[in-house]
């Protein structure tokens, strides 16, 4: 296969930003559209010096509502698109995410996790967003999204949303953070013929009658139930689209029958294939008594408290949600048989926590470590939870815990 031209191979010391734009080109992406916005400018940036290499489309638009539907309406004239942005741009795009979602729309939307609320802090670290991810939009509608804890992962997790997006015709989020998307590392990008790409199900010419296509019909016979082949705008078939419940015309049709028939789809067409789209990693859950259960960022600094508490004969389990939504409920409800607690760090105030909670249904304890934000959690604090949740006594450790007035002045 000869790769298009433009494209970046081997090894490379590498912004996680940067890597998601270079997953997100190797994928196929060739329509960016956003507006800047600290911590994820870098992907932007990166964008509008990359697509043209590629013979893609980059524009700054005026604002991240207009970036979304930008994105939404490329995808239809037949482009894999793409946009990025951080906490408050994540929540003007939530009504034009629910349009993508009604529309049935593949296309893959980044948030860099900065904290907040409101302007919060634009260049410090948070993982705020995570309920707004799969609550955000309004109605019932099933979400993906994933949640990379190194550059590498961010490069390869955008590569994954794609596909995701394309197999099943619907957004994708990339929930990443400020401290993997502004950490610099080691990223190998391998050749386009070494990495699974995945594109839309699309109609044929002679399938049907250009006047007889239904953009909103399923097609059982492909084994991708609730997933309907799209086409281009402009190639000759009949298109409507609209975020009225509509029929598989894609015509409004206003009663509670058609509204059912959209709901499920939406719903169903993500859980009938969670098996395909979770993904988790999992270590020394067999013999485990606590198990740390984490993501992004927090994930990564829970690795030296977990193999301390180890060293100290704490027998700990670790689950990385890799993807966070859908949630992998199955998951927790198996590694919550036999234990004492999961511990559960995370950079907000207890978020993901209340799904594990949820999913434990009262076979094991939940402890938190929490912080709101503007920096990763401290080791120990994580450690010392895990010494609780095996009924051991926290020590006492020289670590800064809270910053007084008068040095935070200084």
């Not at 995410?97 to 860099?112: A, D, F, Q, R, Y």
Request: aromatic share 6%.
């Amino acid at each position: 296969m000869e790769e298009p031209r433009g494209l970046l191979t081997g090894e490379h010391y590498m912004l996680g930003d940067h890597a998601c734009a270079e997953g997100a080109i190797l994928a196929g992406c060739r329509f960016f559209a956003g507006y800047p916005i600290t911590p994820a400018t870098e992907i932007a940036e990166r964008m509008s010096v990359r697509m043209p290499q590629v013979g893609g489309i980059y524009i700054q638009m005026e604002d991240e509502l207009a970036s979304m539907n930008a994105i939404l309406g490329a995808s239809w004239a037949g482009v894999k698109s793409m946009t990025a942005t951080s906490g408050p741009g994540f929540s003007l795009m939530m009504e034009n995410l629910g349009l993508g979602i009604m529309l049935e729309t593949p296309c893959v939307l980044v948030n860099v996790q900065r904290g907040g609320p409101s302007t919060g802090l634009p260049t410090l670290v948070g993982q705020q967003d995570m309920m707004q991810a799969r609550w955000g939009s309004h109605g019932d509608y099933e979400i993906i999204a994933l949640s990379p804890t190194s550059p590498q992962e961010l490069f390869d997790l955008t590569i994954r949303a794609f596909n995701l997006a394309e197999k099943y015709r619907t957004p994708v989020l990339v929930m990443t953070d400020a401290e993997v998307g502004h950490m610099t590392e080691r990223v190998v990008i391998p050749a386009l013929q070494d990495i699974e790409i995945t594109n839309r199900l699309q109609v044929h010419k002679g399938d049907v009658e250009p006047d007889r296509f239904r953009i909103f019909r399923d097609s059982p016979t492909d084994g991708n139930g609730y997933i309907s082949p799209m086409t281009a705008a402009g190639e000759g078939y009949r298109i409507h689209i609209t975020g009225l419940t509509h029929d598989e015309r894609g015509y409004p049709m206003m009663n509670a029958n058609a509204h059912e028939w959209n709901v499920t789809r939406l719903v169903e067409k993500i859980r009938s294939h969670r098996e395909d789209i979770i993904q988790v990693e999992e270590q020394n859950l067999e013999d485990a008594e606590v198990v740390v259960v984490s993501y992004g960022i927090s994930a990564r600094t829970s690795l030296w408290p977990i193999a301390q508490a180890r060293a100290e004969g704490i027998r700990v389990g670790y689950l990385r949600l890799i993807t966070v939504w859908p949630f992998p409920e199955e998951c927790i409800h198996q590694a919550a048989r036999g234990i004492r607690a999961f511990v559960v760090p995370e950079i907000n105030m207890g978020q993901i926590a209340l799904e594990v909670e949820r999913c434990a249904a009262g076979q094991a304890q939940v402890l938190r470590v929490n912080r709101p934000g503007g920096d990763i959690l401290e080791p120990y604090d994580v450690l010392n939870k895990i010494r609780q949740a095996a009924g051991r006594s926290s020590r006492e450790e020289k670590h800064i815990t809270s910053i007084p007035g008068e040095l935070a002045q200084e």
